[in-house]
């Protein structure tokens, strides 16, 4: 069976500091990845999606960036950290074959807090 | 354009009611996909169903069932007998065929009082 990690489960930063933080995902190959923002009481931003090693799509112009190194890998940075940057930030994954299923699942999230 | 709107933004119920939570979406395309989404205190999002748009065909799981009617562009979830667990927030959401994008609406908090 498939899951999806994420880590850390929460972080506090001060602002201007760096941000890394990384999502795997277990028992699939050549999934599509997505990194979602929520702030707090909201809904779900969407801020990148990936189809493969090292292509990334940006949704939302903003300080943050992805990378795909791995392909079950998915890591979302920050060079310096503003308070807006702080919420929910959840990874997903899609199974690559849609010819049987478009369901998008969700890992754990990580709770971060830029104080 | 591509909406999903879940114009409901907080229902609070007593236990064992019946509560049903509006989903109403836009596209032009003939072929797309409809999700619920749960999500508990804990943050993560739990799929809860998914359904095609040639499938009109009502589905219940247990106390869930999904009203998907494209004559209104409704995709409406009800809770029957609704219990304290069920508090969370609820996430409709579409996707075309052939894209990468969900569009999600903006959640309905259910909150079930005992």
């Known amino acids: 069976s498939q899951t999806i990690h994420q880590w850390p489960a929460t972080l506090v930063q001060p602002v201007g500091s760096p941000l890394s933080l990384e999502c795997t995902v277990e028992?699939?190959?050549?999934?599509?990845l997505y990194w979602y923002r929520q702030a707090a009481g909201r809904g779900l931003q969407l801020l990148f999606y990936?189809?493969?090693?090292?292509?990334i799509s940006s949704e939302v112009p903003q300080n943050l960036s992805a990378s795909r190194p791995q392909d079950r890998q998915f890591i979302l940075s920050s060079k310096k950290l503003l308070l807006s940057d702080s919420g929910f930030y959840l990874c997903?994954?899609?199974?690559?074959?849609?010819?049987?299923?478009?369901?998008?699942?969700f890992g754990p999230g990580t709770r971060l807090t830029v104080l | 354009a591509q909406k999903v709107t879940q114009a409901q933004t907080e229902i609070s119920v007593v236990e064992k009611e019946d509560v049903t939570l509006d989903c109403v979406y836009e596209t032009r395309d003939t072929t797309y996909y409809l999700f619920w989404y749960k999500q508990p205190p804990s943050g993560e999002l739990v799929f809860l169903i998914r359904r095609n748009s040639f499938d009109e065909q009502n589905e219940i799981s247990g106390r869930y069932s999904w009203n998907f009617q494209k004559s209104t562009s409704s995709f409406n979830f009800t809770i029957t007998a609704s219990q304290v667990v069920d508090s969370a927030v609820y996430f409709c959401?579409?996707?075309?065929?052939?894209?990468?994008?969900?569009?999600f609406g903006t959640g309905t908090r259910l909150k079930v009082l005992a």
């Open positions: 990936s189809v493969g090693i090292g292509q």
């Open positions: 997903a994954w899609k199974p690559r074959d849609t010819g049987r299923t478009d369901t998008q699942y």
């Open positions: 959401a579409l996707k075309r065929a052939g894209t990468y994008k969900y569009i």
């Open positions: 028992g699939t190959s050549n999934p599509n």
